[in-house]
């Protein structure tokens, strides 16, 4: 509507707006409006600036949405409670920039219809699907408004469970002759030994890994692998959220425990069994088991490179000789795998390599293994008490032992993990503690997340495709006098007074008796002074009553006209 005292507007052909000075009181012959007139008058756009909003904010949330779940650095710093927080605000963004273009176009289509109902068009501007009189168009449309938003908020739940792995650095660390985070060292090493071989003997096999660092390469050789200060691991751990996990994959230094088949021409010399105790310094440690059953270890006082440990029955005729079995322990290097958890920290995988390291801290350290570790071989007894599941009685159970004593008795004179040991072994010279720089580690961490798929993406996609949908639809749909701003006031503002008199009665409860069918028309009319008004004008007939004639001169709105 064209606002009084205001300067007037006259459309040339190529339909541009040229101001034309008038007196400053119109004519209202001129305008078949009141003087009173408030109303603005508005020219309609192909792409207003609001489709382009939606469009936008719809494609920036499904960017984000799409971004918080594929990316994984993204997906691994939210994890998979942040992810849906994110998605589901995305959603419901993409909801909102859908449901005004939708309405619009709905809309639209009941105006080109021409057809519909006052019904129809008070049902979507109050979005209430439930209206008596709403036609099946316009409630499918109001239930796609309700249903889908509610429907996908449920859906993209469903794709919990997913997985994102991004690298990370462990930093420069210190490696070495170091217990599994948490374990109360003191002592000689007894319980350090038992609880690295524990998981083996509970569950006896070969080629696997058990615990923090233990690793049954065959039947015949074992080895315990070096690992990182508590320190690091425990701050890694700290940081770990529900469900999260981290692999770390180096090649360290491992203590290793092979076993040497003993010819039977030494086997039987009792002049080599003699050799070891005078000439190599062997110390024999003997304990009786009952029964007849005797276990022994047979170690130098200082190298621990060669030992030897059996379990005999005397009434066999066994001895020690004949049942005795030799260890060779050495330094080597491995490839070790660890999976870091909240809760706990295990070797995954490992290999042993051909490679060597300096042999000091074996050859150099008293470590008086009989004196301390005797015990174990009758506490774990493959000969009277075989594990459960050792199905197989050619596995021999003394490879893991032996590393495992052997590594947890350089452990407890590590001047790194017990400082008020007087044995201390110098951690410089015996390379029970070294540096690795940074990218000798490789780290990875896991995060539970969203999972990544095809069904996903398209139900992210769904409201942002209805929106560009629905502006396409207006698009098409342009001749018809609908604008974004399209409300209760432009229905009331064309509707003429005449017309407005079969809806008395129906002020506080909002219903008719019948359908009323709405009509626009674009009306464009001269005034006695030579201006041109166009304005929208809405009919409203009786569902049951004879349909009017276009009025004379109706036509469709035009581009870059003012129309009231």
Known sequence: MFPKKSPSYSTIEDHEMTKMPQDDTPDPDSYHLLPS??????????????????????????TVAIAVVWNHSAANHLGQTNQLVVVGFALTVMSLCAQRQMLLAAVSVEAWRGSSTLANYDALLKKSVFSQ??????????????????????????????????????????WGYISRPGWPWSGNGISGAVDAYVPFWDDVGM?????????????TTAAILDTPRSDDTQSIRASLRLG???????????????????????????????????????????????????????????????????????????????????????????????????SNISLIKAE???????????????????????????????????PVNLQNTQINTFPPLVASIVWARLVSHNCYQNVNKDDQIPSHTARTLY?????????????????????????????????ILAVLIKALLYSVPVSDEFGLISLLSGVKQDDLAILRGAGLSGKLGENVKVRFE?????????????????????SGSAATKTIPGARKVEKGVLYG
């Open 207 to 219: 080629n696997r890994t058990y615990g923090y660092n233990l690793y049954v390469a065959s039947n």
């Open 352 to 386: 042993l390599l051909e490679t060597s390291d300096d042999q000091i801290i074996i050859q150099q350290t008293a470590l008086n293994l009989g004196d301390w570790f005797t015990e174990l071989l009758a506490e774990y007894n493959y000969r009277w008490y075989p």
């Open 435 to 467: 540096e690795k720089p940074a990218s000798d580690v490789h780290m990875e961490r896991t995060s539970v997340t969203l999972k990544r798929s095809g069904w996903l993406l398209f139900v992210l996609a769904i409201t942002p495709a209805l929106t």
């Open 244 to 342: 999260e996990f981290v692999i770390i994959n180096t090649t360290t230094n491992a203590t290793v425990a092979e076993y040497n088949e003993i010819p039977a021409s030494q086997r039987g010399d009792s002049l080599f069994w003699g050799a070891l105790g005078e000439a190599k310094g062997f110390i024999n440690h003997t304990i009786s088991m009952n029964f007849g059953l005797f276990s022994q270890i047979t170690a130098p006082s200082e190298n621990s490179t060669e030992i030897f440990l059996s379990i005999w029955d005397v009434t066999n005729d066994e001895t020690f000789e004949s049942t005795a079995q030799r260890f060779i322990q050495t330094r080597r290097q491995c490839m070790g795998t660890w999976n870091i958890s909240a």
């Open 522 to 542: 674009v009306l464009s009319e001269t005034g006695n002074n030579g201006v041109t008004e166009r304005r929208v004008q809405v009919a409203l007939e009786r």
């Open 133 to 174: 009189e709403l036609s099946v168009v316009p409630r499918f449309v109001l239930l796609i408004l309700i249903v889908l938003p509610l429907a996908l908020s449920v859906v993209y739940k469903k794709f919990s469970g997913g997985s994102s792995t991004v690298s990370e650095s462990f930093g420069n660390s210190e």
């Open 37 to 62: 007139s408030i109303g603005n008058p508005s020219a309609k756009v192909l792409i207003s600036w609001l489709d382009c909003g939606s469009i936008l904010v719809a494609v920036l949330a499904l």
